[in-house]
T-cell receptor
């Protein structure tokens, strides 16, 4: 299957700093990428949907100014957690999919990034 | 909105069958999925079923779908210790074009030797 990478896999930062997480589709062009957040022992919650070349669509309750998403190319989307606080500590997972259409349109998931804000 | 519900935990012995259940919310979901998440990792698609099917078998995996009750199950035959992981069901919202997945709460499967 297609490969999606995330970088970094783990990051620890001080409160008030900003952290950028990269999501790359390595062997396919992803017109759409998704960003999820997963709390310990909880399900994945969709944060936003990112389409190449356009603004991201955020889910209800997700702060756009807090979680900046940039999908600058067909293989790269970034999530920046601005002015991070301890409550932003979580496991962030991205996924990528090929253009929408009929059929499965499988989402290929990255390995996740564990963010710890001290 | 309503949650996609799963039982939290399942413990089985190696060689037994495991059955993980899921109750989903959107009766118009066209595809329903089962994902596996190993510790500290992303999600791996295990299998999926189209909404006009009742059952799908893929090697050791059997998916059963009861649309009337909005109930989905995943049966793993001859469960191995390597199957220990968290299993998420997911439903695809809407029936055309853009894909948005809603995940269940996850079931932690522990397989003991």
């Amino acid at each position: 299957g297609a490969v999606v990478s995330q970088h970094p896999s783990r990051v620890i930062c001080k409160s008030g700093t900003s952290v950028k997480i990269e999501c790359r589709s390595l062997d396919f062009q992803a017109t759409t990428m998704f960003w999820y957040r997963q709390f310990p022992k909880k399900s994945l919650m969709l944060m936003a949907t990112s389409n190449e070349g356009s603004k991201a669509t955020y889910e209800q309750g997700v702060e756009k100014d807090k979680f900046l998403i940039n999908h600058a190319s067909l293989t790269l989307s970034t999530l920046t957690v601005t002015s991070a606080h301890p409550e932003d500590s979580s496991f962030y997972i991205c996924s990528a999919t090929t253009p929408p259409g009929l059929g499965l349109n499988e989402q290929f998931f990255g390995p996740g990034t564990r963010l710890t804000v001290l | 909105g309503e949650d996609v519900e799963q039982s939290l935990f399942l413990s089985v012995r190696e060689g037994d069958s495991s059955v993980i259940n899921c109750t989903y919310t959107d009766s118009s979901s066209t595809y329903l999925y089962w994902y596996k998440q190993e510790p500290g990792a992303g999600l791996q698609l295990l299998t999926y079923i189209f909404s006009n099917m009742d059952m799908k078998q893929d090697q050791r995996l059997t998916v059963l779908l009861n649309k009337k009750d909005k109930h989905l199950s995943l049966r793993i035959a001859d469960t191995q210790t390597g199957d220990s992981a968290i299993y998420f069901c997911a439903e695809r919202e809407g029936d055309t074009g853009f894909q948005k997945l809603v995940f269940g709460t996850g079931t932690r499967l522990l397989v003991s030797p």
